[in-house]
């Protein structure tokens, strides 16, 4: 017979999987919405924000407050996220190039493949930080270009989720529709950990 803890942690359990179900139905609404270009900004940045209050453990309801992330997020969102688009795009294109070429461009393929897991690393910090710190919008991509280079262990943590997220959705096409939503929410949640952290080390050294 089940015990009333794990009753409680399966009833958990599903409800985090609903809601990452509900943030990816909405990321993909709402990036349609927008005719994919002028959508996938808003949207992430939208998603983003809902995860962070999420994790804050947060009661809200996610249809008004996804309307009202994107709304005011769209032209900041647009510039945060279309040239991370536009440059994974551009990545992952050069790098089936490369390997259609075979050995004969295995360096320019592999300096390909490392720039692309050096951008995807980049942007696991950056929208986090986009909805957590307030800074002017072109201070974002520097800082998160700092924590990716200065926080390895972490770096690579977040990699391997996301990796691990990428092979099970290869595997099991139909988890897509809870793959974007758990990114965002793993994502975000691992990050204000982190950010946490390093605001607690800065305040031990009297860094402001």
Request: aromatic fraction near 14%; charged fraction near 10%; hydrophobic fraction near 60%.
């Amino acid at each position: 017979m089940t015990s009333p803890a794990w009753s409680i942690r399966l009833y958990d359990a599903a409800d985090e999987v609903l809601w990452a179900a509900k943030l990816t139905a909405l990321w993909a609404l709402f990036t349609l919405a927008g005719g994919v270009f002028l959508g996938i900004g808003p949207a992430t940045v939208a998603a983003y924000t809902l995860a962070r209050r999420h994790s804050f453990g947060e009661s809200f309801p996610a249809w008004p407050a996804f309307i009202a992330g994107y709304r005011r997020e769209f032209g900041r969102g647009c510039v945060l996220v279309l040239p991370v688009a536009a440059a994974t795009v551009l990545l992952i294109t050069n790098y089936f190039y490369f390997a259609a070429l075979g050995s004969a461009a295995t360096v320019p393929r592999l300096a390909t493949l490392a720039a692309l897991i050096t951008l995807a690393l980049i942007a696991a910090y950056l929208l986090p930080m986009a909805v957590h710190y307030d800074l002017p919008t072109r201070a974002y991509l520097r800082k998160a270009a700092l924590f990716a280079l200065t926080r390895p262990a972490a770096s690579v943590l977040l990699l391997f989720v996301l990796t691990a997220i990428g092979f099970v959705v290869a595997t099991y096409p139909f988890l897509v529709i809870v793959a974007v939503g758990g990114w965002v929410q793993l994502d975000t949640w691992l990050c204000l950990r982190l950010f946490a952290e390093n605001e607690a080390r800065r305040e031990a050294k009297g860094v402001t």
